[in-house]
Structure formats: C-alpha cells, structure tokens
C-alpha cells in the first residue's frame, strides 16, 4: 500500500520563513547568503555568480510542516577560463 500525503495549497507563503509582504525576513536571507558565501569559499574557485534561485515546497503555497528549501546558484562558466567540463565535474563534487 502506498500513502501519499495530502498537498495542501495555502493563502500565504510560509510565516516563518516570509513577512505579510511576502519578503524573507531579513535573518533568513543573510542566512542563506551565509551558506552561499561558505559554499564560493569552499569551491576554491572564482565563480561568476549569475542569480541565486530558491526552490522548494517552503519558497511556494504548497509547504508542510517538514518542508524544506534548495539554494541553487547559477554561475556563468562562459567567464572563467578553463575547460567547462572540468568546472562542472569540480562544482558537482563540491556541492555532492
């Protein structure tokens, strides 16, 4: 038998995470761009930062208590000089 959780779609985003006008509050978002400052550290490289995205159940109307939230960077490799392969292999094993 296989259950499979109720989704429920809400009015607002998620209180902890959101204010009323929908924005981060500001402890989460310096959180956040914490992790990702730690994360550029740790690449060792210099990465060009083109957006940071975050996606997840949490980040929409459809949370849950156990929700949680993804922080994707985009960087553009077309700007650093090396073979794009490599760059991807080194940036999968860093973030794995």
Known sequence: MKLIEKVIIH????????????????????????????????????LNIADIQLVGSNVSYNYAEDSDLDVHIITNFDLIDAPKEILQSLYNAKKS
């Open 11 to 46: 009015d607002t985003l998620n209180k902890k995470l959101f204010s009323d006008d929908n924005k981060l509050y500001p402890e989460v978002k310096d959180r956040i761009l914490d992790i990702v400052t730690e994360f550029l550290e740790y690449t060792e490289l210099d």
